[in-house]
């Protein structure tokens, strides 16, 4: 069992900037990913990394996050900035290793002024 637990959440005026980080507790986890849940809304996934570095992000993302690994500590992290109220959601990370899918708690941003 892999245990994912994000962490650098907060509550941040419009045009401000976050640090988003996962710390897994094993290795050997291939793709991650950060996904986002807003109240009322289904899950999205925000941006995807696989184990060789390549990147993807939503459309409504790009240019603004950033999401990066650290694999020898095993933690992801996703940088986000110019940030919007709509990116008001509760933020999830997810591992994938073995055939298996694994989640954090998920932690809250909250883009306000």
């Known amino acids: 069992q892999v245990h994912m637990v994000e962490s650098g959440g907060g509550l941040v005026q419009p045009g401000g900037s976050l640090r988003l980080s996962c710390a897994a507790s094993e290795n050997g986890i291939n793709a991650m990913s950060w996904y986002r849940q807003a109240p009322g809304k289904e899950r999205e996934l925000v941006a995807t990394?696989?184990?060789?570095?390549?990147?993807k992000y939503a459309d409504s993302v790009k240019g603004r996050f950033t999401i990066s690994r650290d694999i020898a500590n095993n933690t992801l992290y996703l940088h986000m900035n110019s940030l919007k109220p709509e990116d008001t959601a509760v933020y999830y990370c997810?591992?994938?290793?073995?055939?298996?899918?694994?989640w954090g708690q998920g932690t809250q941003v909250t883009v306000s002024s």
């Open positions: 990394i696989s184990s060789g570095g390549g990147t």
């Open positions: 997810r591992g994938y290793r073995r055939g298996y899918d694994y």
